[in-house]
């Protein structure tokens, strides 16, 4: 394994960007490789046998290109495929999940916690297990926000709709007083000002995405798998359909301008 080679980050889609942008930021010398599964996109409403053979299938892939690292960028993954792929790794995988969990616990004054999330995310109870797993006490209050994902790719980021959809989501957690709320879904950092908005000033937002980007970035640096060139840093963006429409989406999402998109026939 050498330095140089690229940081491999996936997603069923577009979601995933949030976590690139956040790596761009925290790791900026790092060669990255996204895969946005556009052909087959959403995931969170599919079985979990569907999803891990999309996982795996992507992994391979990544794995191909001489990745030294791997980041499941989908909490949909993350929740139900994440055992499968570091079966079948070579090398490290980091995923969203457990990244944010251990960004809620190590806030002292965590105690009451909100996850949102899609339907699978959520009724795989995945967080919940993670978070319990670093932190027994913490009390953990769900909500799947179906409508989300949909709204943020509309680009309906502070529109009336999306935030009459966000009390509506967000008024059951809410009502058992958090004091944290995880945003699940790599999509949901583009609504972070107006979900902290109605939560309120009091209530803490994880960002998964910004949490993972702190956790790659401390691993290179311990384990010395970082690229020290200084060089400007290489960016591929594959997906399996629709690159023009990723391409106008996905500079939302990263805040900059996308550069060409590989389209990958399977």
């Known amino acids: 394994m050498k330095n140089y080679q690229s940081i ?21 010398f790092e060669n990255i490789v996204y895969f946005g599964d556009t052909a087959r996109v959403p995931y969170g409403i599919k ?8 996982a795996t299938q992507i992994t391979k892939f990544l794995l191909q290109q ?16 994440c055992e499968a792929v570091v ?29 949102i999330g899609t339907p699978a995310t959520i009724n795989s109870n995945a967080y919940a297990r993670a978070i319990n797993r670093y932190a027994p006490y913490m009390k953990i209050f769900s909500q799947a926000c179906p409508l989300f994902v949909p709204l943020v790719e509309e680009g309906w980021l502070d529109h009336p709709v999306t935030r009459l ?17 995880v945003l699940g879904c790599t999509h949901y950092p583009l609504l972070k000002a107006l979900l902290q908005n109605v939560a309120g000033p009091d209530i803490r937002l994880v960002d998964s995405a910004e949490a993972m980007a702190d956790i790659t ?19 591929r963006f594959c997906v399996t359909d629709v690159p023009l429409r990723f391409q106008a989406i996905g500079e939302r999402f990263l805040g900059r301008a996308l550069p060409n ?5 399977w």
């Open 66 to 81: 001489e990745v030294k690292l791997l980041i499941i960028a989908c909490n949909t993954i993350a929740a139900v495929a």
């Open 47 to 54: 079985s979990t046998e569907t999803i891990t053979q999309y």
């Open 8 to 28: 491999g980050v996936f997603d069923s889609g577009i979601g995933g960007l949030t976590v690139v942008r956040a790596l761009m930021e925290r790791a900026p």
């Open 217 to 235: 970035a401390s691993l290179l640096q311990e384990t010395g798998m970082n690229n020290p060139s200084g060089l400007p840093p290489s960016y």
């Open 87 to 115: 079966s079948m790794s070579p090398v490290p995988v980091l995923d969203v999940i457990d990244a944010g969990a251990r960004n809620v616990v190590a806030d002292a004054g965590a105690r009451v916690v909100g996850i």
């Open 261 to 265: 998109v590989e389209l990958v026939k």
């Open 165 to 181: 959809t966000a009390q509506e989501y967000l008024n059951p957690v809410l009502a058992e007083h958090i004091d944290t709320l």
